[in-house]
């Protein structure tokens, strides 16, 4: 929840005289909050970065205030959209059965869901890594198309804490989570405290596809920083 209409203009004029180029298939994708979306999306026409969303509805209307759908999405050209992010599930009571509802509506109106999964500390602490992002996986993908989804490990006790987890943990779990796919080749990222200090370390292990970028995207320097990173 950052940035006005106008803050997120600055920012992708910022942003876009810093890039270099980069790969074709490195693929750029920014998830702004719903009020920026229009103003971006005109501004990113003709451009090869993508516009996502933060959330989408089941539903394509209702009676359902303060949610978004859908159809809402795709008429502003938004091609991704972030569904079961820690912070939906942490603070607004996201479930995996709403994730799951929330993934299959993105697909039927062809947005590439970026599904958020990950541990708490104490989760961690008491061995359940593995078994909680399991069943996370296992319910959150009931009827999904695996050919048109993103995935992002996020590991949320080292999401603004102090706590650093290691590239190769990072990767070793992501592994982990590929196991349990039946499309291999889905992309998974990793988002826990992604910053330009470490993202050449990060896009380096052989699991990790991508980075979800909280923080270090505000500004739009860090941001152009991380996505130039170099192999």
């Not at 990113?44 to 209702?62: D, F, K, P, T």
């Not at 102090?162 to 592994?175: H, L, P, S």
Request: hydrophobic letters at 35%; a negative charge; charged letters at 25%.
């Amino acid at each position: 929840m950052y940035k006005t209409r106008a803050e997120s203009l600055e920012f992708l004029q910022g942003f876009m005289s810093c890039l270099t180029e980069t790969p074709e298939e490195r693929e750029v994708v920014l998830c702004v909050p719903f009020t920026s979306l229009a103003v971006l999306s005109k501004n990113l026409h003709g451009s090869r970065i993508r516009l996502g969303a933060q959330n989408v509805h089941w539903q394509e209307s209702g009676a359902f205030t303060g949610e978004i759908s859908g159809p809402m999405l795709s008429e502003l050209g938004v091609r991704y959209v972030i569904v079961g992010h820690s912070e939906r599930r942490q603070y607004f009571g996201e479930t995996d059965e709403t994730v799951n509802l929330r993934l299959k509506a993105a697909q039927k109106y062809d947005l590439i869901p970026i599904l958020c999964v990950g541990e708490t500390k104490q989760q961690r602490d008491a061995g359940e890594t593995e078994s909680h992002i399991f069943s996370q996986l296992e319910k959150d993908l009931v009827g999904v198309d695996q050919q048109k989804l993103v995935i992002a490990y996020e590991p949320i006790w080292a999401i603004g804490t102090g706590d650093t987890c290691e590239t190769k943990e990072a990767n070793r779990v992501i592994g982990l989570i590929r196991s349990k796919l039946t499309n291999p080749g889905v992309p998974i990222q990793y988002g826990g405290s992604v910053k330009p200090e470490n993202i050449d370390e990060v896009m380096v292990m052989p699991e990790i596809d991508g980075v979800l970028v909280g923080g270090a995207s505000l500004e739009a320097a860090s941001f152009a920083r991380i996505v130039n990173y170099k192999l």
